[in-house]
């Protein structure tokens, strides 16, 4: 990255606008400064470096920003010629503000990535968002995968775009899977803990999380009614069952723990189900390396979560450096 990329960048940085959009859907909002999470990073010299947060503009989130953060192994300016892979991060639904900060509840994977010399990027999405374009509401899969890949391109951080993986818990497990079948052999890895696999299966499940996040009357603008025709087309759209053929060329790591909860166990029998239709379709076919883990208590908490993406870290490197 030269010094007038970095200058850019540091200024960028510093100029930041706060989210003045309030609309139904998954809305964004920036938090303060000071907020007890952490401070806004404004970095004098962004070449030295790691950890950025960023409040990225966005057209498709509303004409607002959202809020990214992007954690490198080393400074800049010590990035190979091409850039270092890198793992897009997915949340799940929350209350919070800060989903990016989320993940330092995952033991390790900082340190990890630092050591693997990939990149984490962080972004937020909606408190139930679900990686979509809403049918009325945000553009979430537009922002993820084309906003954001444009801004970072732009501003120059390191990153070889060609190298991408995808990671994700609850929603965000869900996203990674989504966001890949959507987009066929786009990311070289895809890690869902605990995912939503099978929405229409158990559509009552996302109905409610949009439901209890927003309003009864967000329920539908996601996808639309899954009880009519043309609802139940859109959903099949999103749903990583009936998009399994896209996941093909990836290593694949599926989790969901046993006798975990009522929550779990529903995306535990998703997640078996998806596992079924990919050995069916055979993964050797598919180029699917595929990793599923459902035999092991767990609940629907990030203590499981971190120890598998822990336990998948490894065949997410691997699958990247190829």
Do not use: C
């Not at 994977?109 to 937020?124: C, K, Q, T, Y």
């Not at 929550?263 to 029998?269: D, F, G, I, M, Q």
């Amino acid at each position: 990255m030269g010094r007038k990329r970095l200058h850019a960048l540091a200024a960028l940085l510093i100029t930041v606008a706060l989210v003045s959009s309030a609309t139904p859907g998954p809305a964004v909002a920036a938090p303060k400064p000071t907020e007890s999470l952490g401070a806004v990073v404004r970095p004098q010299v962004a070449g030295d470096q790691r950890d950025f947060d960023l409040a990225v503009p966005s057209t498709a989130a509303g004409g607002s920003v959202v809020w990214v953060r992007v954690l490198l192994p080393a400074p800049a300016s010590q990035a190979p010629s091409g850039g270092w892979p890198v793992v897009f991060l997915l949340h799940g639904t929350t209350d919070s503000t800060a989903e990016r900060y989320v993940w330092r509840k995952f033991a390790g994977l900082f340190d990890a990535a630092a050591s693997s010399g990939v990149v984490l990027v962080m972004p937020e999405g909606g408190k139930a968002g679900y990686y979509s374009d809403w049918n009325s509401g945000s553009k979430w899969e537009t922002f993820h995968l084309g906003e954001l890949p444009r801004y970072l391109k732009a501003n120059g951080f390191p990153i070889d775009f060609n190298r991408k993986a995808l990671a994700g818990y609850s929603m965000g497990g869900f996203g990674a899977l989504s966001y890949a079948a959507r987009h066929p052999e786009r990311f070289k890895a895809v890690v869902a803990l605990s995912p939503v696999a099978n929405p229409l299966r158990n559509p009552s499940l996302v109905l409610n999380d949009l439901r209890d996040v927003y309003s009864s009357s967000a329920r539908y603008r996601l996808w639309g009614n899954p009880k009519t025709k043309t609802g139940a087309k859109n959903w099949k759209k999103h749903d990583p069952y009936y998009l399994a053929k896209g996941l093909r060329g990836t290593y694949l790591y599926l989790y969901a723990g046993k006798n975990g909860g009522s929550v779990e166990s529903t995306l535990r029998a998703q997640t078996i189900k998806l596992a079924k239709r990919l050995k069916s379709l055979g993964t050797a076919k598919l180029r699917i390396t595929l990793r599923t883990h459902t035999a092991s208590y767990g609940t629907h908490s990030y203590k499981y979560w971190s120890a598998q993406l822990k336990n998948a870290w490894p065949g997410v490197v691997a699958a990247l450096k190829k």
